[in-house]
C-alpha cells in the first residue's frame, strides 16, 4: 500500500513539517528555526515558542506542498508530535494535525519525539538494519536503547540529571557564549588547548550505562570561577580551553559508555540520534570505535540530526500503514516515556 504522509513537528522551539512517501521516500521538507528569536532570553521561551509555531505552520505548509509539486487532496495521512516537548508547542501541531485530519478525512497519529529521532537514520540511503544499539543524545534526553524494532526500545542507560544537550546550553551561558550551546562551546573549542585542564568523565568509573552531567557542569563552573581576573572575566585563551575540556569530558564519556553497551549487547551497530549527534568531535570518536570494534555506526545527516519534520512524518508513516488512527481528542504528552510505546499497530483506534 502506497501513501503520502504530511509530518508536523512542533515539539520546541522548530516548526517543521515534511512530506513523506511510503514507496518514493522523503519528497519535501521545510524548518523554521526560532533560534534568533530565543538567543536574547538564553534560552527557550515556552510562550513565545508556541506563538511563532501559530504564525509560522501554515506558511510552512504552504511552501512544502508547493516543493513537492502536491495538493492538501493529494494527502493519505498525518502525522504530528504529540510529545513529549513544550505543551504549548505541541498543541500548536497537534491542533493543526487533527483539524487537517478532519478536512481530508484522512486517518491521523500522535508521533513520540524521540522515536522521530531514532528512527532518522533510516532516511539516509545507508541505513541499519533490525536489531541495533541506539545513542540518544538530545537537549532533553541522553539515552541508550537496544532497539529491535520500531516501537521496541529497551532502556539500557539514561541519564540522571541534565541531558548532554543541556548541559552544552548551560556551560555555553556561563561562559558567555551563544545559543544553542552545542555549536558555540564546539566552535569556542576549537582555539582550546588539549590538556590544559582536566575534566572528570562521570560516572565512568563504576558500572551500568546511566549517566550524570551535573557534576562535570559544576566542575566548569568552578574552573571558570577560580580563573577569571579581578572583573569576573575570562581570557579567550582560557575560555577556550574550558570550552575544550568540557567537550572533551562530555564525548570521552558518551565513547565510554557506548563502548560499554556494545559489549553488553553484542550488537555490531551502533545509531547515533539528537541534536548532539551533530558534534564533529563525537562523530570523529564514534568513528574511530567504530573501526576498532569492528562495528558500523549511522548518523542522520546533520539537518536531521535536529528536530525536523521528516522524522515525524517516517515514524508516523510506519504506524499509519499499520492501521494506527487517533480520535478527534486533541491530546499531547508534554512527558512521555519511549518505553511506554508499542509496537506499529498494536495501538490501533487510540482515543
Request: proline share 5%; charged share 25%.
Amino acid at each position: 500500500m502506497q501513501m503520502l504522509v504530511l509530518g508536523i513537528e512542533t515539539s520546541c522551539d522548530e516548526t517543521a513539517v515534511a512530506l513523506y512517501d511510503s514507496v518514493q521516500g522523503l519528497l519535501a521538507d521545510r524548518l523554521y528555526s526560532q533560534i534568533a528569536m530565543h538567543a536574547e532570553y538564553g534560552g527557550v521561551v515556552p510562550e513565545l515558542a508556541a506563538r511563532d509555531h501559530i504564525r509560522k505552520l501554515v506558511p510552512l505548509i504552504r511552501e512544502l506542498l508547493e516543493e513537492s509539486g502536491h495538493s492538501l487532496k493529494d494527502i493519505d495521512g498525518i502525522a504530528y508530535t504529540r510529545g513529549p516537548g513544550l505543551a504549548g508547542a505541541l498543541l500548536v501541531g497537534a491542533s493543526m494535525g487533527q483539524a487537517l485530519a478532519l478536512g481530508l478525512a484522512v486517518p491521523v497519529v500522535g508521533v513520540h519525539h524521540m522515536e522521530g529521532h531514532l528512527l532518522a537514520p533510516m532516511l539516509e540511503e545507508s541505513r541499519p538494519q533490525f536489531p541495533f544499539l541506539a545513542l540518544l543524545v538530545s537537549g532533553g534526553h541522553t539515552l541508550l536503547a537496544d532497539v529491535t524494532g520500531p516501537g521496541e526500545y529497551n532502556i539500557l542507560g539514561e541519564s540522571l540529571d541534565d541531558a548532554v544537550g543541556e548541559a552544552f546550553d548551560k556551560i555555553a551561558k556561563l561562559l558567555g557564549l551563544a545559543y544553542p550551546g552545542g555549536p558555540s562551546v564546539a566552535k569556542e573549542a576549537e582555539q582550546g588547548q588539549v590538556g590544559r585542564f582536566k575534566f572528570p568523565r562521570p560516572m565512568t568509573d563504576r558500572p551500568g550505562l546511566d549517566f550524570s552531567f551535573s557534576g562535570l557542569k559544576t566542575f566548569t563552573l568552578t574552573t571558570a570561577r577560580a580563573h577569571e581576573d579581578d572583573d569576573q572575566q575570562l581570557t579567550e585563551q582560557t575560555r577556550a580551553d574550558i570550552a575544550r575540556a568540557f567537550q572533551d569530558a562530555a564525548t570521552d564519556t558518551l565513547l565510554i559508555k557506548s563502548r560499554r553497551a556494545i559489549e553488553l549487547t553484542g550488537y555490531d551497530q551502533l545509531v547515533v540520534a539528537g541534536g548532539v549527534g551533530a558534534n564533529q568531535l563525537l562523530r570523529h570518536k564514534l568513528n574511530e570505535m567504530a573501526e576498532q570494534e569492528n562495528i558500523s555506526v549511522y548518523f542522520p545527516r546533520p539537518e536531521f540530526c535536529t528536530d525536523n519534520g521528516a522524522m515525524i512524518a517516517y515514524a508516523g508513516c510506519l504506524r499509519l500503514l499499520a492501521g494506527e488512527s487517533e480520535g478527534m481528542a486533541v491530546a499531547v504528552r508534554p512527558r512521555w516515556k519511549i518505553s511506554e510505546l508499542k509496537k506499529p499497530g498494536e495501538a490501533k483506534g487510540r482515543k
